[in-house]
């Protein structure tokens, strides 16, 4: 599937598979796994930015997915995103969707809405905005339509 597909289908927090079609080289080359692991992979979709046309530039629609964090001594150090264009050569599959009962942390921006963080439920959302200090921020439950999988791999379910 396209960029195209998980832009138009996936809800927010969904894990989205990215894969550039190549086969995974063997570990004893460093150099080529470390390309091979840069354009391949799992992660969490956070953010879905339309076109923007600016005065002096264009730029295209876009899907951002969290690859992960790390930390030192408990403190979150870096964060690891990944921005694509809808017009990626990539192949994009939604691996899972978030489940039904799962709450989202949202934080808007002018013109986009940013997934900071999915909670199992409304309890665990609110404990989590009392440790994590964020403005503009709102919570939404995941219903039961974008937890249910309405197309897999383009194919109706």
């Known amino acids: 599937m396209s960029a195209y597909h998980i832009y138009d289908n996936a809800p927010l927090g969904s894990l989205v598979r990215y894969s550039d079609g190549t086969s995974k080289?063997?570990?004893?080359f460093d150099r080529k796994l470390a390309a091979w692991q840069n354009r391949n992979g799992v992660a969490r979709l956070v953010k879905k930015q339309p076109q923007r046309d600016r005065p002096t530039y264009t730029s295209p629609a876009s899907i951002t997915l969290h690859e992960g964090d790390f930390a030192s001594g408990g403190v979150?150090?870096?964060?690891v995103r990944r921005t694509h264009s809808l017009d990626s050569d990539l192949r994009f599959d939604i691996v899972e969707r978030p489940a039904a009962d799962a709450v989202r942390i949202l934080q808007e921006h002018v013109d986009t809405t940013e997934l900071l963080h999915l909670a199992e439920n409304r309890d665990t959302a609110e404990r989590w905005l009392t440790q994590h200090r964020y403005s503009n921020v709102r919570l939404e439950d995941v219903t039961e339509d974008e937890a249910g999988v309405d197309v897999v791999e383009g194919r109706a379910a």
């Open 76 to 79: 979150v150090v870096l964060t």
């Open 25 to 28: 080289p063997p570990a004893r």
